[in-house]
Structures are given as C-alpha cells and as structure tokens.
C-alpha cells in the first residue's frame, strides 16, 4: 500500500520535530508541560503542515492515552460522544486524547456542544485551526484551553527535513541531489514542512538513475508554494497591515514588497482601498496633493488591469512612502467623533439655516457675520455649540505645509 514520504518520516519524538523550538525546545513551555504528563485542553493554531498533527499524536504516544482524530469539515458532535461512550471502558485505560482538526468549521452550537466534554475531564481535547483561534472559536472554549501558536518552519530547520528526506527516497539509487536544491526547497516551500517533503518525494520520483536533482527542478515543483495568501484568512490581513505600517514607517522597500504579494494574489481591491486611506490618514496635510495623485494612479490601475496595474499602483505606493506625514485630520476627526458620545448642544442660532420663509421669525441666522465681508475673509464669531465652544480638535501637525497655514493664520486673528 503506498505511504507518502512525509507519513514515513513522521516524527516519533518531539527531539525529531523540526522547528518550532520556541515550543519544544529545551525549556519550551509546551515540552514542559507534555514532560509533566498533565495535558490540559489546548488549541494549536498555525498554517498547515508545520507539525500540529504530529504533536498532538507524540503527545498521546508518551502519556499512553488513546488518540482519536477528528476533522472538523465532515465530522459532527455525535463523533464526540462516541468517544465518550468508550470511556471507561478497556479501550481507553489510560485516557483520550481527541485531536479535532480546523475546529473552525465547527459553528457555534457545535463548539458549545464540546463544553460537556471536556469539563468532565474524560477527555483531554486538544483542537487545530489554520484561522485565528480569538475570531473563529467560541469563547466559552477558548477559555477553557490554552492556545499555542505554530510558526512556519524556518528555511535553516526546513533543511535538516529536506536532506533526511531525500536520503530515505533516493536509498539504494544513484541520483545526484546538487548544492543549492535541499536550499531552494526550503525556501520555496513557505515554511511548510509537508510541502517540502512532498515536493522531494516528486523529485526523487522524477528523477532517473545517474541523473541529478537540480535547483531549476526544486523551483518548477514548489512553484510558488512560499506565499501564503488567503483573502479571508489572517495572512490577508497581516499582509495589508505590514503594506500599510510600512508605509506610515517610510520604508518604500517593504511598501512595494508588500504589494507585491497583494498583487500576485490577485487583491487589487485591498491594494488600492488601502493607499487611499493612507493618503489621506498619514499623509493627510502634509501633502494633500497626494490623494488626487493617489487617485489617479488608482483608477489607472482599474483601467488597465493587471499585470500593468502594477505600475500606477507602485508609483502611488512609493510617493506615500516618500512623502512627509501627518495624522493631523485622522486625529482631529477622532476626538471630534469621541465627543459626539457625550453632551453636544445645538448649532448656533446664527448658523442655522435661513433660506427658507418664516425662519427670520425663529430667528435663524441671526447674528451670523458673513467672513468675506471683513479683512483678509476672516472674523471672530462662535461656530461650535455652547455646550462645546472653546474645545479644540485639530492640531497642526510639525511638517512645513501645516506650519505655513497655522503661521498664516496666527498673522490674520492676532492683527
């Protein structure tokens, strides 16, 4: 019966999982506690192919607990409680241990579901979700486990996988693997210990006797397997969040970086809705001329479409990266709107409006004094209501454009 390469090489001990050593490591909290032999409830959360399954069946294999998979997309609550009704008995002397896999699947009446289970203590629940575990379990559960995040494996940990792996598949043959392919796998694979594995188990399959396995075949097998892009999973947001610090940071290398792999996933959308805001919430009036600027290169991008739309939309990212910055407006329209949750008053009764009959006799708009009738189109009168008149929003930011237009107006109310 064939058995994939990457369920041969399977770790058997934590010592033989590869990466992840924050965790397993010598001192490793989760090695700790595996070590102590009291499993609590847990989540493990991480992308796909880093070693969570593994874990999960070590952990059973050196507590002598019974292990039970589940996954999540075809199960149901019942297969729970078939566990359940095993306990006790001499198929489980020792315990279980129930492996759920992409809990999130499970919807909320289901997740509420798993809370008899495990508060019994019958059972020690260990779930794995690839979607940030805060936004896709229910908290009840949540608080019940302790949540250990899975990091992609590191290229140099990848390494040591790579080369055990084409040792075992190239055993007794007579392929050459060249310097630099167990690197490009590595590299190539996003940190995704199964994708590697499988892409050595397709070299090494591919491969004819007396030939070698070269960097050009590891780069054509793993394509592009390194970008880990899901418009509705957390890599979408993080990568539009380092996009965007990156350029409130100034740093026009990681600005386009970052939109480069928002393009080659395909999300123009994100891309351009994300250089507007920044236009105007970093920029803002430091150089307001950067938003029509911006928006033209947006539109642009939508007219040509990709890949061309590469262009417009690089250029815009790099002018705002460039730019000098101000969060002047975002600030001020944040307190502004903070203010609005407690007392306001009403607008003045000379700002109101008075184009229409009979609102003389309301008296709107009266008292109103008309700016362009005076000096320089400026005169002092009230505009915020009473409840709020003196209160100050707006601050000019430090940047030479800002500075021009307060030096302006102090000139003009202090004359």
């Given at each position: 019966m064939y058995q994939p390469l990457a369920d041969k090489i399977r770790p058997q001990t934590l010592d033989d999982v590869v990466g992840q050593r924050a965790l397993l490591g010598e001192g490793g909290i989760l090695r700790r506690i595996i070590d102590s032999g009291q499993i609590p409830n847990m989540i493990f959360y991480g992308p796909s192919g880093i070693g969570k399954t593994t874990v999960a069946s070590i952990i059973a294999r050196q507590t002598q607990r019974r292990l039970y998979r589940i996954n999540a997309t075809t199960a149901s609550i019942q297969d729970i409680r078939a566990v359940m009704d095993e306990l006790d008995t001499f198929l489980t002397p020792n315990g279980a241990l129930v492996y759920l896999d992409e809990i999130q699947y499970f919807n909320k009446k289901q997740q509420q579901s798993l809370l008899e289970c495990i508060e019994s203590g019958k059972i020690t629940l260990i779930a794995s979700t690839t979607e940030n575990p805060y936004f896709y379990i229910y908290g009840a559960v949540l608080s019940r486990c302790t949540v250990f995040e899975f990091k992609p494996v590191e290229p140099e940990e990848l390494c040591r996988a790579v080369e055990r792996a084409f040792r075992l598949a190239l055993e007794g043959r007579a392929v050459t693997v060249a310097e630099g392919t167990v690197r490009a796998i590595a590299t190539g694979c996003g940190g995704d210990v199964r994708k590697a594995l499988n892409a050595v188990e397709l070299l090494a399959g591919g491969a004819a006797d007396g030939g070698t396995v070269t960097p050009e075949d590891a780069q054509a097998v793993a394509q592009r397997s390194n970008m880990r892009?899901?418009?509705?999973?957390?890599?979408?947001?993080?990568?539009?969040?380092?996009?965007?610090?990156?350029?409130?940071?100034?740093?026009?290398?990681?600005?386009?970086?970052?939109?480069?792999?928002?393009?080659?996933?395909?999300?123009?959308?994100?891309?351009?809705?994300?250089?507007?805001?920044?236009?105007?919430?970093?920029?803002?009036?430091?150089?307001?001329?950067?938003?029509?600027?911006?928006?033209?290169?947006?539109?642009?991008?939508?007219?040509?479409?990709?890949?061309?739309?590469?262009?417009?939309?690089?250029?815009?990212?790099?002018?705002?990266?460039?730019?000098?910055?101000?969060?002047?407006?975002?600030?001020?329209?944040?307190?502004?709107?903070?203010?609005?949750?407690?007392?306001?008053?009403?607008?003045?009764?000379?700002?109101?409006?008075?184009?229409?009959?009979?609102?003389?006799?309301?008296?709107?708009?009266?008292?109103?004094?008309?700016?362009?009738?005076?000096?320089?189109?400026?005169?002092?009168?009230?505009?915020?209501?009473?409840?709020?008149?003196?209160?100050?929003?707006?601050?000019?930011?430090?940047?030479?454009?800002?500075?021009?237009?307060?030096?302006?107006?102090?000139?003009?109310?202090?004359?």
């Open positions: 892009f899901d418009r509705d999973g957390d890599a979408h947001y993080d990568i539009l969040s380092a996009f965007h610090k990156s350029i409130r940071g100034s740093d026009p290398d990681a600005a386009v970086h970052y939109l480069a792999r928002l393009l080659e996933g395909g999300d123009m959308q994100s891309a351009a809705r994300r250089l507007l805001v920044i236009a105007a919430e970093d920029v803002g009036l430091a150089y307001p001329q950067a938003m029509p600027v911006v928006k033209a290169c947006v539109d642009a991008a939508f007219q040509l479409g990709l890949p061309e739309a590469r262009l417009p939309l690089a250029e815009a990212a790099l002018l705002l990266a460039t730019a000098p910055k101000s969060d002047s407006a975002a600030a001020a329209i944040a307190a502004a709107a903070a203010d609005l949750q407690g007392e306001i008053g009403d607008v003045p009764s000379s700002l109101r409006d008075a184009h229409y009959a009979g609102a003389s006799r309301l008296g709107r708009g009266k008292g109103y004094l008309f700016p362009h009738d005076y000096p320089s189109h400026w005169v002092e009168q009230q505009y915020l209501p009473d409840a709020l008149d003196g209160r100050r929003y707006y601050e000019f930011g430090e940047n030479k454009n800002e500075q021009a237009a307060k030096k302006y107006w102090e000139t003009v109310k202090n004359r």
